[in-house]
């Protein structure tokens, strides 16, 4: 034992797991040096329990037992100010906790799994049907007409709730319900089929099912290393067989970074030694999951930057600091402040490029973020944080303008299909909508920067940019002036029709038919710029968004009277 165990850097599945891998049993006790790190063999002692605490702790207040545990606070509360407070609306919350969360969870089949190893002599399950919402009022009752009654309902089903969650939040219920919530809710994104998530699996407990699975085997693996003599595909260290697959992994997609893949799945041919299917196993703990999205970041210059930079993500998106709380953008806010971070410590990392890896309804998607990526992301830094709270709805979804322009940057596209269909929303009078048009300008802003960042768009300048947004405000004040407002809608429609088709004749006739009834001159940066569809665009788009909107950074909506 304490025997000394270093691991390098390879692909991005086992960099996310050497990444879990420290996380699980904490930075402090590694030695991190250039594309290596080296820990003693001793921390793998008990490592079963460490790997579930890890995910428990991380991911606690997202859990469906957390949901449970967590009312306490509430009963203490009430119970402690002898219920002087408590309203209908308290008795509402009290009874969709006992519904939707209590009744629900506590009859749910991986809760079930886990009774018998918490205590084989208790049966939740009698709880559950023995628990019942209180406080239900007849006809032309009122909530305060019956209130001390409801109070010893209340008083009566909070001993009752006492009971679940004393027995929720002991050491074994913890251990092993929110062991199973993590199980389905986190590291089912990085691996299954395997061990616990292997639907037929002879054992029950999943710390002595994953003990079983990957370290049983690590012990005499170690022993006896020496004397094997086929080679870990990943590692190159000798190992006994080809027994052990990556099949456990979930799908991989197509990594065009990794020379040996095909479409195909090609973990097939890949064998590897116990303990680099340990790490594989730790993948799910490299990744920052939120919102249905998982995040990590393949910074691979140094095993130094990779835990930084990935930490960092980490704690920023499931521990954000202020006000500021968990939503969809979350990993790509965090994910810019680690990049800049980076950039800022140390100069050595400049220019290095980073792989992003997503995963996204259960598909990996991969972006390369490549040197002139990185610089426009870092000069948008101002405009980017503007557009965190703006988002428009869909159907019934919401769609953040951040994200989409940071996954556009990822992506190596342009903004202008986003740009043109928010300002025909704007237009439109869309619901739902928390921009302005002054958020439209800094994609315009960001968009530029883009462009000029692989070498387009060299013919015009910033200040030109703007003068065309002024000369959009001016143009319609002038149409207020002659009480011909109204027309500025149509004009519109008819400009962004003409940017979307490419159609810079229809483009100048319109505005020159303007100008002639408005009785000036159409400004010069629209007659020789013009030449490029980028700069036509780039100047037609802020033209239009400086006649359609106000400059506020608000992103209330309806704040502003859009083409009245
Ligand atoms: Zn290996």
Request: contains cysteine; charged residues 25%.
């Amino acid at each position: 034992m304490g025997e000394k165990i270093t691991l390098h850097l390879t692909d991005w599945q086992y960099n996310a797991g050497l990444v879990g891998l420290v996380n699980i049993l904490g930075r402090d006790n590694f030695l991190i040096k250039d594309q290596s790190i080296t820990f003693s063999s001793e921390l793998l002692v008990d490592f079963q329990n460490k790997y579930f605490n890890f995910f428990i702790d991380t991911y606690k207040k997202t859990l469906s037992w957390y949901k449970i545990i967590s009312y306490q606070e509430r009963i203490d509360y009430f119970e402690e100010t002898n219920f002087e407070t408590f309203n209908e609306k308290d008795l509402d919350t009290l009874n969709t906790y006992i519904k939707d969360t209590v009744k629900y969870y506590l009859k749910s089949a991986s809760y079930k799994a886990a009774y018998p190893l918490i205590d084989a002599t208790v049966n939740p399950q009698i709880w559950e049907k023995e628990l019942k919402t209180v406080g239900s009022l007849k006809k032309r009752e009122t909530f305060e007409e019956k209130r001390s009654e409801i109070i010893l309902e209340v008083q009566a089903v909070f001993s009752q709730l006492k009971k679940i969650i004393a027995y929720c939040n002991s050491d074994l219920g913890r251990k092993y319900l929110a062991g199973k919530n993590v199980i389905y809710t986190v590291i089912r994104n990085g691996w299954d089929g395997v061990s616990f998530l292997f639907r037929q699996t002879k054992i029950p407990d999943m710390y002595l099912d994953y003990q079983s699975y990957f370290l049983s085997e690590l012990t005499e693996y170690t022993a006896e290393k020496e004397k094997y003599k086929h080679h870990c595909s990943n590692c190159n260290q000798p190992m006994k067989n080809y027994k052990n697959d990556l099949n456990f992994l979930n799908q991989t997609g197509f990594d065009a970074n990794r020379k040996t893949s095909h479409v195909w799945n090609f973990n097939n041919d890949i064998a590897v030694c116990p303990m680099c299917k340990l790490v594989y196993s730790c993948l799910p703990a490299g990744f920052t999951y939120a919102y249905q999205e998982g995040m990590f970041i393949n910074a691979n210059t140094e095993a130094k930057m990779l835990l930084d930079t990935n930490q960092l993500l980490q704690r920023n998106v499931l521990n954000p600091v202020g006000e500021s709380t968990l939503n969809e953008t979350s990993p790509y806010v965090a994910l810019l402040q680690g990049i800049q971070e980076q950039q800022n410590k140390s100069t050595k990392y400049e220019l290095a490029e980073i792989q992003v890896v997503r995963y996204e309804k259960e598909t990996y998607r991969f972006s390369l973020l490549s040197k002139t990526t990185l610089r426009i992301l870092n000069d948008s830094k101002k405009q980017l944080d503007f557009l965190i709270k703006t988002s428009f709805r869909e159907v019934n979804t919401s769609f953040s303008l951040y994200k989409l322009v940071m996954q556009r940057l990822f992506n190596n596209e342009n903004l202008f299909t986003l740009i043109h269909k928010t300002l025909v929303y704007k237009l439109s009078n869309v619901s739902d909508l928390y921009y302005q048009s002054f958020h439209i300008d800094q994609m315009l802003v960001i968009n530029t920067h883009f462009l000029r960042g692989i070498g387009r768009m060299e013919n015009i300048s910033t200040k030109q940019v703007s003068y065309a947004r002024y000369f959009g405000e001016q143009f319609k004040e002038l149409y207020k002036k002659r009480s011909n407002e109204r027309k500025i809608n149509g004009i519109s429609y008819r400009l962004l029709n003409a940017l979307k088709t490419n159609n810079h004749d229809l483009f100048m006739d319109v505005l020159l038919n303007c100008c002639s009834y408005l009785a000036i001159e159409v400004p010069a940066v629209f007659l020789k710029s013009f030449e490029g569809d980028e700069e036509f665009k780039t100047l037609g788009y802020s033209f239009v968004s400086g006649m359609i909107g106000s400059t506020s950074a608000t992103t209330e909506k309806n704040e502003e009277n859009v083409g009245e």
